[in-house]
């Protein structure tokens, strides 16, 4: 993959140089199998985000994530085409492509290069939210980062890496009951962050299935 050198540095290129090196930490937690009721604290994430502004757009999103929770009940490998389906809900205009240009964030900061395999590599990451010797907070962590970084939507991708990392939880029956401390700044080339996150995701999980356990929430 080979992008033009003018403008801002390309965040993907970073993501992809730094992904295959991050320490992802090992896990040993446990999580109790998550009803539809468990999923309030991405619910109140969404509302909370969004709710105050765009009463339509908060609407469209959780009804989504509706869409993305019944997907995972079927444990679905992750795909472009089930991101896409739900991405079409969130914007609420027409087919959700995979974008054809460069694009840009953080206030024109960075930018996303586009090249013939952009596509198929997102692919290829997608697939791997199944990896066997990865353990689920390091895999849902990276798919929702590679979400950010392939940025492959026009419009709506913070929110389509949000649904992402739903669709991994859900599809192993782990869930959040605090979503709050997930929102900060990512980096594409800190390969600590990453990791750091993966560490944040394993509290979390484990201190919901603490709470579900006795049969309360944060």
Known sequence: ??????????????????????????WNGAHPTASASHWNAFRDFFDATRGGRDAEGTARVLAALDLALAD???????????????????????????????????????????????????????????????????R???TYLDVLFFHPFDDGNARAAMLALAYVLAREGATLDQVRPLQTTRWADDAEGAADLAVLLGILISAARRRLSHGRRS
């Open 1 to 26: 993959m080979t992008y033009a050198p003018d403008g801002p540095q390309d965040a993907l290129a970073d993501w992809m140089r730094v992904r295959p090196q991050v320490l992802w930490p090992r």
């Open 72 to 138: 995972a009940t079927r444990g679905d490998g992750l795909t472009f085409a089930l991101l896409a389906n739900w991405q079409q809900t969130v914007v609420g205009d027409g087919v959700a492509a995979f974008r054809t240009l460069p694009a840009f964030a953080k206030g024109g900061r960075e930018r996303y290069g586009i090249a013939p395999d952009t596509r198929a590599l997102f692919e290829q990451c997608l697939s791997e939210s199944t990896q066997p010797d990865l353990p689920l907070p390091a």
């Open 140 to 142: 849902a962590a990276r």
